[in-house]
């Protein structure tokens, strides 16, 4: 220990930097996407997080040295949660240590991650006096510059390939918006076009699926929809079975251009034909799935306190779809289950875009609002009266997801009727209305294909809409026909089907 004894600052310092430089890593690379209240918000709890654990494990062992030590390491191992999880335990539990003793999953990833923590502090506590000099805390830097390197290079490549691929589609749409645009009502005075509300709720099924897969009955919830005006199209299915492909379809009114390759989604998603159109028709464009809490802040004017104010910042942060927050704790994943917290966001951010969306309909202007939740999708986070929801482990997993998706769909049920009832009392004009699942819950992870396709799809389409509609539509049509009735546009209607990388 003699030789470890005197404090190098340079200790504290090491994890402190390598906490901290994956974050400054992911904002050199997108420095646009990533905003600086993020930023900061992120660095803050790294480096704080950092310094504690190296106080804490430093007062465990009594030494600096090895606090300093497990410190780097635990830190290490954290960012490659995801490599080590995916490529040593998830092999490692399926063929020597998924057994159960009285119907309790033995040796997990959980506690298998655990005890590679163990093993560590162990470790360290044996042989860190063995070592001659701080040589080995300076190895954690090569990794991580090595880590560095090889992330840059492919995201300049990356980056290069969508460029060309942006390009590529931006030509291809062009003629599909000068044909829309020609088609347009090219004065928009005197006319009352009615507010769009484009609401998703992520991985809802169709009735077939919960009636066949959970034994659950949705009929009462679609009455409640049917008896409110909207239409239900019995044959419909949903055109992808995943979220980015099936939003970038419907809000583009396309399917996906097959040789475009890689498809550049994220673009096709910001600068989407509907918000496009709708946008020169007048509309405002009120995107909640993006930049929420700006939105939330600059045109709802929701009234919150100080702390509701930081909750929701801390949400959005670590849950948001598009904040730096999700990458960098996408290396928490496995250990999500442990944090309460984690699940409690979960609770508040839909919530939360729940209120904004009630919020969004005292807006004035004729609007477009795209409200995506994430529910009722996996993790699941609610019971049916919104108190949260605990998977019962004593039960076989599917059994229990499908219990747990269940119960998700009822609470979610119940909450967008209300907002149903409040997006018709607040219309001046009676309102377009989507009310949509994305794709299916596959449970089977793609092993059948039947249950991601599976859908809710209804419309609320006022003034004669939902007599253009017919049994077999699919989603990539719905805006197609909002637009020919309401904008008087002439589109073809596409085939309604399944588009998967054979057809
Ligand atoms: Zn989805």
């Not at 490692?92 to 163990?118: H, P, W």
Request: hydrophobic content about 40%; some cysteine; overall charge positive.
């Amino acid at each position: 220990m003699e030789e470890h004894s005197t404090f190098k600052f340079t200790w504290l310092l090491q994890p402190v930097l390598i906490a901290a430089s994956p974050i400054i890593h992911m904002f050199v690379l997108n420095p646009d996407g990533i905003s600086k209240s993020h930023l900061f918000f992120a660095l803050t709890i790294t480096t704080a997080a950092a310094a504690i654990l190296f106080l804490l494990s430093s007062l465990f062992y009594r030494s600096l040295f090895k606090g300093a030590l497990v410190t780097n390491i635990l830190i290490f191992l954290f960012y490659a949660s995801v490599p080590i999880i995916h490529n040593l335990l998830v092999p490692i539990s399926k063929y020597y240590f998924d057994f159960t003793i009285a119907g309790i999953r033995i040796l997990r990833i959980k506690s298998m991650l655990l005890i590679l923590v163990l093993v560590t502090l162990f470790l360290v506590h044996r042989y860190a006096t063995k070592l001659k000099s701080d040589f080995f805390l300076k190895l954690f830097i090569f990794p991580l510059l090595l880590f560095f390197a090889i992330s840059l290079a492919k995201r300049t490549q990356t980056v290069q390939k969508s460029n060309s691929t942006v390009e590529q589609y931006n030509n291809l749409n062009q003629t599909f918006r000068d044909t829309v645009l020609k088609q347009l009502p090219q004065t928009t005075k005197n006319k009352n076009f009615p507010d769009i509300y484009f609401i998703i709720l992520d991985c809802y099924n169709s009735q077939e699926y919960y009636s066949k897969m959970c034994g659950f009955d949705n009929t009462p919830f679609l009455d409640q929809l049917k008896s409110r005006g909207f239409h239900i199209p019995v044959k419909t299915h949903s055109n992808y079975g995943a979220t980015l492909q099936s939003l970038s379809s419907i809000l583009n009114m396309n399917y996906l251009p097959k040789h475009i390759q890689p498809t550049p989604f994220e673009h096709m998603w910001k600068n989407n034909n509907v918000s496009f159109f709708l946008k020169k028709l007048g509309y405002k464009y009120l995107d909640l799935y993006r930049n929420s809490l700006e939105q939330c802040k600059n045109n709802l004017k929701c009234n919150r306190s100080l702390w509701q104010e930081l909750k929701h910042e801390l949400n959005l942060f670590c849950f948001d779809y598009y904040s730096i927050g999700r990458y960098f704790l996408q290396a928490w994943t496995p250990l999500y289950q442990f944090i309460s917290f984690y699940k409690e966001s979960l609770r508040q951010t839909i919530k939360l875009k729940l209120n904004m969306l009630n919020e969004s309909t005292k807006l004035q202007s004729q609007k477009f609002v795209y409200a995506h939740f994430m529910i009722p999708h996996p993790p699941h986070v609610f019971t049916e009266d919104g108190s949260p929801f605990s998977p019962d482990n004593s039960k076989p997993e599917l059994e229990s997801a499908l219990y747990g998706h269940v119960e998700s769909t009822k609470y979610v049920n119940r909450e967008i009727i209300k907002s149903i009832d409040i997006i018709l009392k607040n219309s001046k004009t009676p309102p377009i209305i989507i009310l949509q699942g994305d794709h299916g819950y596959d449970y089977t992870y793609g092993k059948s294909n039947w249950s991601k396709y599976q859908i809710l799809n209804s419309y609320h389409l006022p003034q004669g809409g939902n007599k253009k509609l017919y049994p077999s539509i699919t989603p990539v049509n719905s805006f197609r026909i909002i637009f020919n009735h309401y904008f008087g546009t002439k589109l073809p209607l596409l085939v309604d089907r399944i588009a998967t990388k054979e057809n």
